[in-house]
């Protein structure tokens, strides 16, 4: 049972370009949303969040949307550089403290 | 170090084994996390410690995989018996905020644990 699912295994973008992640959650009782980023050999950082009074935060060239009627998220990284390659979990948490993960998207940004 | 530190990096052992990975938490930080991390997965929550205390230790998948934190700071993943299955990089995190947090959790390298 899947409660928060990132559908693309995969995205590889051009330097300078958008790139969109997208995550899908199911349980209607997780209020707040976060990104982290992995790099090989090291442990996930946190990125950026969202709750869920809200529909849009902002951080930089990051930004987090949440559409709670889809229950949907997405992460957009305007403009993308190559040192953004990584692998992208998105997250979710009901009770402020356990994190559930979807499996990740790696995320390719091509110089 | 300032970060999380997880030992060991690396641990392989035999099926029925039983094996401890440690994690020394950023100072200060109240709360401590463990997560297991299986190949092409994202982290899975195993369980979370405030203080000394577990206070949700509802992702431990079986009676073989026990945690402590005596101390209110570093804490040991215990794991008897081991099977194949059990092998995955074991994520330790912590967070300086006690009670309801933002989230925000502070991750270790993690410990990869291959069970032959």
Redesign the interface.
């Known amino acids: 049972d899947q409660q928060?699912k990132?559908n693309s295994p995969s995205l590889s973008v051009q330097e300078g370009r958008i790139s969109i992640l997208n995550c899908d959650y199911t349980n209607s009782m997780f209020d707040?949303f976060?990104w982290?980023k992995k790099y090989p050999?090291?442990?996930?950082?946190?990125l950026i969040?969202i709750s869920s009074i809200k529909d849009k935060n902002e951080d930089g060239r990051f930004t987090v949307f949440l559409n709670k009627s889809a229950k949907h998220l997405s992460l957009h990284i305007v403009p993308s550089q190559p040192g953004d390659s990584a692998v992208y979990?998105c997250?979710a948490?009901a009770?402020?403290?356990?994190?559930?993960?979807?499996?990740?998207t790696i995320l390719r940004v091509k110089s | 170090g300032a970060g999380?530190s997880q030992t060991p990096s690396n641990k392989v052992t035999e099926k029925g084994k039983y094996v401890e990975l440690r994690c020394d938490p950023i100072s200060g930080h109240t709360?401590l996390?463990w997560?297991r991390q299986s190949l092409?997965?994202?982290?899975?929550?195993l369980i979370?410690f405030q203080g000394t205390g577990a206070?949700?230790d509802?992702?431990l998948p079986n009676d073989r995989f026990f945690a402590v934190r005596p101390e209110g700071s570093v804490s040991t993943l215990k794991i008897q018996r081991t099977e194949r299955g059990d092998s995955a990089v074991y994520?330790c995190?912590s967070s300086p905020l006690a009670?309801?947090?933002?989230?925000?959790?502070?991750?270790?390298?993690?410990s990869r644990l291959t069970v032959l």
């Open positions: 928060v990132q707040y976060l982290y050999a090291e442990g996930p950082t946190f969040s979990f997250a948490s009770d402020g403290n356990k994190l559930v993960f979807g499996a990740g | 999380v709360a996390y997560y092409g997965q994202g982290p899975e929550f979370y206070a949700d509802s992702g994520l995190a009670g309801r947090n933002t989230g925000e959790l502070f991750f270790g390298e993690g």
